[in-house]
């Protein structure tokens, strides 16, 4: 059974930093490929950013290239997201997934596991 614990939302004024972590169980990170996603209130889950184990391969959203670091921790089972300048725009609640090795994905369908999310709000 593979479980991913989300952690670190919370809220924050418009250009503060918040770094989110996800905890993975009965998966290692060396055998997933870890997204983070984020779905705000009446819109659809979107794609923030992935990474391959052992961190030799990112891959960001055009929303979050410059603002965001995806990263992982073998040692921990953790894939953390680091977010700098925040704006407004950017709440929503965070979810991890993760998937099989691959290519790259931005489909959320092709992510099998999920976390139960962590509440982003930034205010302007």
């Known amino acids: 059974q593979v479980q991913l614990v989300e952690s670190g939302g919370g809220l924050v004024q418009a250009g503060g930093s918040l770094r989110l972590s996800c905890v993975a169980s009965?998966?290692?990170?060396?055998?997933?490929?870890m997204g983070w996603f984020r779905q705000a209130p009446g819109k659809e889950r979107e794609f923030v950013a992935v990474?391959?184990?052992?961190?030799?391969?990112?891959y960001y959203a055009q929303s979050a290239k410059g603002r965001f670091t995806i990263s992982g921790d073998s040692a921990k089972n953790t894939v953390y997201l680091q977010m700098n300048s925040l704006k407004p725009e950017d709440t929503a609640v965070y979810y991890c997934?993760?998937?099989?090795?691959?290519?790259?994905?931005?489909?959320?369908?092709?992510?099998?596991?999920w976390g139960q999310g962590t509440q982003v709000t930034v205010s302007s």
């Open positions: 009965g998966r290692t990170l060396s055998r997933s490929l």
């Open positions: 990474i391959r184990p052992g961190g030799d391969g990112t």
């Open positions: 997934a993760a998937r099989s090795l691959g290519l790259f994905t931005t489909v959320a369908n092709d992510y099998g596991y």
